[in-house]
């Protein structure tokens, strides 16, 4: 199966794209080379490989999950510009 102008016309058509002859021509060449490059692909024997979801192992990164007591209120806030007893305060920026 080989692309034409033709069939990149249509795909520019479907894409809602609009190309200059010499770029039709230039993506007729590139599409053809790609499905040059899978029938390749397609011609490698992979009967004894066994299918993958994933090329390299993966691991994982994240620490253990471990419970600890909270920061207390007093300590939080101790720093804030502005506070009441038990919460920030900030200022209103919906009108």
């Known amino acids: 199966m080989s692309v034409t102008i033709k069939d990149v016309e249509h795909i520019a058509k479907l894409a809602k794209l609009e190309f200059s002859d010499t770029e039709k021509e230039k993506f007729t060449h590139q ?12 011609s490698v024997d992979t009967a004894n490989v066994e299918p993958l979801a994933q090329v390299i192992e ?17 300590e939080a806030l101790k720093n804030a510009p502005a506070a009441t007893d038990e919460h920030f305060k900030v200022p209103k920026v919906i009108g």
Do not use: A, G, H
Not at 31 to 42: R, S
């Open 31 to 42: 599409f053809n080379d790609i499905l040059k490059y899978m029938d390749q692909l397609n």
């Open 58 to 74: 993966l691991q994982n990164v994240f620490r253990e999950d471990v419970v600890t007591p909270s920061t207390p209120t007093d």
